[in-house]
Nanobody, 115 residues
Framework: VQLQASGGGLVQAGGSLKLSCSGF????????VAWYRQLPGTQRTQIAG???????NYADSVKGRFIISGDDAKGTVTLEMNDLKPEDTGVYYC??????????WGQGTLVTVSS
C-alpha cells in the first residue's frame, strides 16, 4: 500500500482547502482511514477518521468546520476543510488501518493558514 496525500497549500484564514488521500485498494471491505496533523517537534494528532462501518469522528477543534468522506469505488478519502484558522497549520498525514495487516502512512501534505 502506498498512500498519497495531496491538496495542501497556503490559504488565508477563513478560506477552504480539500485534502485527498488515495492509493489504497478500493476492494478493501474492512478498513479505517484517518487524517492526522503534525507541527514541528510535536506528535501527530488525529483530526478526523472514517471507517467502513460508517463511523466518523472529529477532533473537537475541527468539529463543524471539517468534513471527512470516502469513495470506495475510487479508493480515496477526502478531508474538506472550511473556515480555516491559523492554528490549523501543519503537515497533514493520512493513515490507513487494515485489520490483520496493520497501519500505513502517506507522505504528508503541508497546510499553511495565514492570519
Amino acid at each position: 500500500v502506498q498512500l498519497q496525500a495531496s491538496g495542501g497549500g497556503l490559504v488565508q484564514a477563513g478560506g477552504s482547502l480539500k485534502l485527498s488521500c488515495s492509493g489504497f485498494e478500493s476492494s478493501l471491505t474492512l478498513k479505517a482511514v484517518a487524517w492526522y496533523r503534525q507541527l514541528p517537534g510535536t506528535q501527530r494528532t488525529q483530526i478526523a477518521g472514517i471507517n467502513t462501518s460508517g463511523y466518523i469522528n472529529y477532533a473537537d477543534s475541527v468539529k463543524g468546520r471539517f468534513i471527512i468522506s470516502g469513495d470506495d469505488a475510487k479508493g480515496t478519502v477526502t478531508l474538506e476543510m472550511n473556515d480555516l484558522k491559523p492554528e490549523d497549520t501543519g503537515v497533514y498525514y493520512c493513515n490507513l488501518y487494515i485489520p490483520k495487516r496493520g497501519a500505513y502512512w502517506g507522505q504528508g501534505t503541508l497546510v499553511t493558514v495565514s492570519s
